[in-house]
């Protein structure tokens, strides 16, 4: 009987996990802290800028919808719907919806509903979905008359202008740390080969994942997604090197190439082979490479070619060259 229960248990709280889904936690501590230190820093600085250049307060100087903005761009920098365009295109056009529906029909319970769902309809318009833009039209109808009676300078006080000053200190914070900057398109200088999946059976050429096949797959199951096309890329590349178990070799440490380790955080580096002594025995086998993103910026070394692959995880492509 005690044995039934507590597969019962499990069973339950297998279910419970799925409908709440409640996934393994992989961010690591310094992450976490670095995201909440920028909280901090972004909604100080948004209130205190905001009131030197505006000299309003309260809900004139700093609307809500931006505390539910610093927690997109300080948790998840890297995410679709955090970047500058769904920032302040979301902020924006739910604005204008939220005053338009407030001064046609009121503080009544319809503008309301109105408001946010007429927001969501334009940020999908427009390519620029940002929750927090539900907020920014709501606030628009219920903010009372400090709000109201802003008009449709609402838009651009405090609304454009809370937007403005957290998006500087969003790349300003994240710069700050070189495996989170912000927005996605600074950090994405490198990218994945396109990932080989299988082979096709006619002329027995690997078939490839590359961004156009992610696109048409996330368009047939119809999904939004807070990951970058960039992002999923990656996922899909780092999961299948960790089933492989790949390591690189010798023979695949190239004069003009570049690699990463792969790892995450303050250790994250990328090198270039900038030159190469080449030689049959591995001790004189030698390469120097540049330190061109991450840890050891902008330095150079020397090491054998060996020592470099079992440094590197794997090649990446600067974005110029890798944008399939």
Partial sequence: ???????????????????????????????????TLGGIVGITLVSLVSFQVSGAAGSALIVPSMGASAVLLFAVPHGKLSQPWSLLGGHVISALVGVSCYQLFGDTYIAAGLAVGIAIGAMHVFNCIHPPGGATALAAIIGGPAIHSLGYSYVLSPILLNALIILSVAIAFNGLFAWRRYPAAIMMRFTDKPVKVATNTVGGQANQINKKAIEQAISDMDLVMDVTIEDLQRVIQLSLNHAQHQ??????????????????????????????????????????????EG?????????????????????VFPNNEGDT
């Fill in 295 to 315: 840890h050891g910026f902008n330095t150079a070394d020397s090491c054998t070619r060996q020592a470099f692959a079992d440094w590197a995880e794997r090649e």
């Fill in 1 to 35: 009987m005690g044995g039934n229960k507590a597969v019962k248990s499990s069973t339950l709280w297998h279910q419970f996990k799925r409908f709440m889904v409640l996934e393994f936690d992989c961010v690591s501590r310094a992450e976490k802290l670095v995201a």
């Fill in 247 to 292: 390591k690189m070799s010798s023979e695949q440490i190239k004069l003009g190439h570049y690699y990463t380790n792969g790892l995450h955080g303050t250790q994250w580096s990328v090198r270039s082979i900038i030159d190469e002594s080449t030689s049959t025995h591995a001790k004189n086998d030698m390469v120097i490479y540049r330190v061109v």
